[in-house]
């Protein structure tokens, strides 16, 4: 059996038990109480450019790679090798164009978050789950705002302060919607099994570091974080959103815990769970699990079935857990520089490559890239035409 989420003391029981209750295939029951119909915006709606800033030479910069990676860059003439990673080097347009892509999506993710928040008149959490979706939460940094129903808009640095009374404050029908960023939270993308059964059934890749028993288990590397805000959100009965970016073209990251391809669904059936994950926590906790994926929406091609893709099935009266997928396009090419991010961010990195700051030269002047990123997403505005 397993411990109720309510009665959980720690991060840990509570992500030890979520894995015991996805291996037991329990699942929340669905119940409408409305005929309302839980939506969220299904396009970008403006395309927002920073034209003041630009970079005035092409970026190079380390990359990290797997192993099989490596070996197939390593063929390609504009790549070189240095240690265990590759230099890279970028078209400063295609830099450019990128980060105004970039502050697209974030005001994108954003207004996806206000819409949550007014029609489950609940504050909203948006988990930017490091790294590869960190770039996004430049806007709001480390601030959450609040619409007031008299139309005002604040700002306040986090940490909240009491969540307990923005809570009380949507029931006083003071609050139009509330955003609330995490930004300090790593689910890892990496495959993890539970038992050595699930490791046999796995075949050629049941490889020894696929097997974590326990959550934080020390002879299983990995690189995540779970902050005590996300447990606090969830015993609040909060909305959330958990965006992240799937790299290798299926329109779900692994951290969602989805069953997102074929090869997903035939594990399941062979008994092969995915603890660990953003998906396995949520339902624990008795919420709703709902996804939205840009590539998936825009795509034309013939696709598997995802259940949590019927936004139809949520009420919005209940606790609901968005997984969302923000980018219609594969093209990630952030993920994989530990370079552009800031060097608090280094702690999700590869700890074996070396993390030299990297500077550019802008029309602002020479300034460290990860610096230049933030300022031009900040600094972004709307331009006068829709982008889908």
């Known amino acids: 059996m397993f411990t109720a989420f309510e009665n959980c003391k720690s991060i840990e029981e509570v992500a030890n038990n979520a894995a015991r209750f996805e291996r037991m295939n329990l699942k929340r029951e669905y119940t409408k109480n409305s005929n309302e119909i839980f939506s969220i915006p ?49 078209d400063r347009k295609l830099v450019d164009d990128g980060i105004d892509h970039i502050a697209t999506v ?6 996806v978050a206000r819409k949550i928040s007014e029609q489950t008149q609940m504050p909203t959490f948006i988990i930017y789950n490091a790294r590869a979706a ?57 495959q993890y099994v539970q038992t050595d059964e699930e490791v046999k059934k796995l075949g050629k890749d049941g490889i020894s ?58 594990k399941r059936n062979k008994g092969i769970y995915f603890p660990y994950k953003f998906r396995s926590y949520v339902e624990y906790a008795n919420y709703q699990v709902a996804s939205f994926s840009m590539s998936r929406f825009w795509n034309e091609e013939p696709q598997i079935d995802i259940e949590e893709e019927n936004l139809t099935r949520i009420d919005k009266s209940q606790p609901v857990a968005l997984i969302l997928n923000p980018e219609i396009e594969q093209l990630i090419w952030w993920d994989d520089s530990p370079q552009f991010y800031e060097a608090k961010w280094a702690k999700y990195s590869d700890s074996s490559i070396e993390r030299n700051p990297l500077y550019v030269v802008t029309t602002f002047g020479r300034m460290n890239i990860a610096k ?17």
């Open 106 to 111: 974030s005001h994108y993710i954003l207004r």
């Open 209 to 266: 570091n696929l097997l974590r028993r326990h959550f934080n288990d020390p002879e299983c590397v990995v690189n995540e974080e779970i902050p005590n805000v996300f447990i606090e959100c969830l015993r609040c009965r909060c909305s959330v959103i958990f965006v992240d970016v799937p790299t290798w073209g299926v329109g779900y990251a692994s951290s969602a815990g989805l069953l997102r391809k074929q090869k997903d669904i035939d």
């Open 42 to 90: 299904t396009t970008y709606e403006f395309y927002y450019e920073n034209s003041e800033m630009k970079l005035l030479e092409d970026v190079i910069t380390y990359v990290e790679y797997t192993k099989k990676q490596w070996e197939k860059e390593k063929k390609k003439k504009e790549s070189r090798e240095k240690n265990n990673y590759f230099v890279r080097k970028l």
């Open 134 to 190: 960190t770039i996004y939460s430049n806007i709001l940094e480390d601030k959450f705002e609040i619409f007031y129903k008299n139309g005002i808009k604040r700002t306040f640095k986090l940490p909240v302060s009491n969540l307990t009374k923005l809570v009380e404050d949507f029931e006083r029908q003071n609050v139009q919607s509330c955003i609330i960023p995490i930004r300090n939270m790593k689910i890892s993308s990496h």
């Open 372 to 388: 230049y990123i933030i300022k031009k997403i900040k600094g972004a505005t709307i331009k006068d035409e829709l982008y889908l």
